[in-house]
């Protein structure tokens, strides 16, 4: 595979060589109110221009490490059965090769095939799941798989047990009583590093759990958000524990919905700080 030319700020380096490769999966095609996250795996990489590849944060530098961005895949836009089988295929083929994964969504439906995949290598594997919205509906407008049902879908998958809920402010009472249910809410982190200690971790990060003041780009904004330090927080917290990140996930940015750009400079410098939370735990 090789490396595109508007990769991410200093990602560009040899693919079989490299610890990470980031990929774009540009689908949003169950949005339900503010469609437009396609745009994001390209509106971030431009974005990511503006920022530094130091890290004041980490100490560290992305030039100094072997991360290569591979572009986005080639989907159709509204055929979801072909979107999950490519994207899934995509992600087994990384992983044979023993790659961590960064994903730029695209909506958060896009979380399941990759995961999928991610799973059939690390079947022992924990999720953490940062987002202003459950998404455990059983099913959503008479729709098992879309953006609102993801999580509960990956729960089927991994066990409703080894999710664990970061910033979610938004669901349905049924969503709540699971999340109440399996214990799994907003947990202190020392109850995380006990749970999660030594495991194999995803990570998935729905960037509308900031709140909109300070990413007002998404498809679903919820008031009463992480502001961006508190997010950085928990995401130092996790690079801290001692575990194996295998793979990340971004997504649910819709560029459109913000003309300032803001958003989208937000979501790559996450983006940033992610690549140093896998790379250096």
């Given amino acids: 595979m090789k490396t595109i030319s508007n990769a991410f700020i200093s990602c560009n380096k040899d693919f079989d060589n490299s610890e990470i490769v980031i990929f774009g999966v540009p689908y949003d095609g169950t949005s339900s109110f503010r469609p437009g996250s396609r745009f994001a795996p390209d509106r971030i990489r431009e974005a990511s221009y503006g920022l530094e590849t130091y890290s004041p944060e980490y100490r560290c530098d992305l030039e100094n490490f072997k991360i290569t961005d591979v572009g986005n895949i080639d989907i159709?836009?509204?055929d979801k059965k072909q979107v999950f089988?490519?994207?899934e295929s995509f992600t087994a083929n990384l992983l044979k090769?023993?790659?961590r994964t960064l994903t730029?969504?695209?909506e958060h439906l896009i979380s399941l095939p990759v995961l999928k995949s991610v799973f059939e290598k690390f079947n022992d594997l924990k999720v953490i799941h940062i987002d202003a919205h459950a998404d455990l509906r059983k099913d959503y407008l008479n729709e098992k798989y879309s953006h609102a049902t993801v999580m509960h879908c990956i729960g089927e998958l991994i066990g409703f047990e080894n999710i664990f809920h970061y910033g979610i402010r938004s669901g349905t009472e049924y969503e709540f009583s699971l999340m109440d249910y399996y214990k799994n809410?907003?947990?202190s982190f020392d109850y995380l590093k006990e749970k999660i200690s030594g495991s194999n971790v995803y990570i998935t990060l729905d960037l509308d759990v900031l709140d909109p003041s300070v990413?007002?780009?998404t498809g679903t904004p919820e008031p009463g958000g992480y502001g961006f330090n508190e997010l950085c927080?928990?995401?130092k917290f996790i690079?801290?524990?001692n575990i194996n990140i295998v793979g990340v996930d971004v997504v649910e940015l819709s560029p459109d919905y913000d003309c300032s750009g803001v958003s989208s400079i937000v979501a790559a410098k996450i983006v940033r700080e992610l690549l140093f939370c896998i790379l250096l735990t």
Avoid: A, D
């Fill in 76 to 78: 159709p836009f509204g």
């Fill in 85 to 87: 089988e490519i994207t």
């Fill in 97 to 99: 090769y023993n790659k």
């Fill in 104 to 106: 730029l969504g695209g």
């Fill in 185 to 187: 809410l907003n947990r």
């Fill in 215 to 217: 990413l007002p780009g």
């Fill in 233 to 235: 927080v928990l995401l």
């Fill in 239 to 241: 690079n801290e524990l």
